[in-house]
């Protein structure tokens, strides 16, 4: 059983960096793939980066250029570097992962979630 655990999340003025990190406990996969979603106030959850087993990277059009998804495989944990941020990057951020493609199973495991807040 995998549990994900999101920390780092804090208020932050416009402009600034953060980093966010998702520890994983309990992973075992050797085939997977790691995302961040957020969720913004009032509005639904969407994707923003995405890495896989391979470390092939992706990155939302909202973000690409100021945020940066890599993975700590020694520490089984997962960062997204936000730099440049905007108010409305303000949201909860989620990490997510299942063992193998997301695009055949779907996300197995989420996170509690972490608050950024950008002013």
């Known amino acids: 059983h995998v549990q994900l655990v999101e920390s780092g999340g804090t208020s932050v003025q416009a402009g600034r960096s953060l980093r966010v990190s998702c520890k994983a406990y309990?992973?075992?996969?050797?085939?997977?793939?790691l995302a961040w979603y957020r969720q913004p106030p009032g509005k639904e959850r969407e994707g923003v980066a995405t890495?896989?087993?391979?470390?092939?990277?992706t990155h939302s059009d909202s973000v690409k250029g100021r945020f940066t998804i890599s993975l700590d495989r020694d520490r089984d944990t997962l960062y997204l570097q936000m730099n440049s941020l905007k108010p409305e990057d303000t949201a909860v951020y989620y990490c997510?992962?299942?063992?193998?493609?997301?695009?055949?199973?779907?996300?197995?495991?989420w996170g509690p979630g972490t608050q950024v807040t950008v002013s």
């Open positions: 997510a992962t299942v063992e193998g493609s997301w695009r055949v199973s779907g996300w197995a495991y």
């Open positions: 309990g992973y075992t996969y050797s085939s997977y793939c």
């Open positions: 890495i896989d087993s391979d470390d092939d990277t």
